[in-house]
């Protein structure tokens, strides 16, 4: 199980860690919503948690903001994975693609992330 920790930029990848036994070990925003903004205290706390579990990537959905993942990433060693599609399936100049493929492309990233 130790491979297959998450930590997310937000809580939006729950059903999925759930439905193919992941498990999430933090969210950078302790919140569905991207609009909210962690405490100094949480932040510290996720460092510590991706510190001590072994945890290889942050994960992120295409478009958010990198700037405390990849403050984050500097301070534990681990990837930023920017490439996600959480709540989109597509890019914003394209057709937005079948559900079932973007279910595929976000295993196949965060498998690869994971090595």
Do not use: W
Not at 7 to 22: I, K, P, Q, R, S
Not at 48 to 72: C, N, P, V, Y
């Amino acid at each position: 199980m130790k491979k297959r920790l998450l930590v997310t930029n937000h809580d939006a990848l729950g059903y999925f860690a759930e439905a193919y036994d992941f498990k999430i070990i933090g969210a950078i925003i302790p919140s569905v919503t991207t609009d909210a903004s962690p405490s100094a205290q949480q932040l510290a706390g996720l460092i510590d948690m991706i510190k001590h579990s072994g945890t290889r990537a942050i994960f992120l959905d295409i478009g958010e903001s990198q700037k405390l993942a990849q403050q984050i990433a500097s301070e534990t060693g681990v990837k930023v994975i920017t490439n996600l599609y959480v709540e989109s399936t597509s890019g914003p100049n394209a057709c937005a693609n079948p559900i079932i493929d973007m279910i595929k492309l976000d295993v196949t990233v965060i498998l690869d992330g994971l090595k």
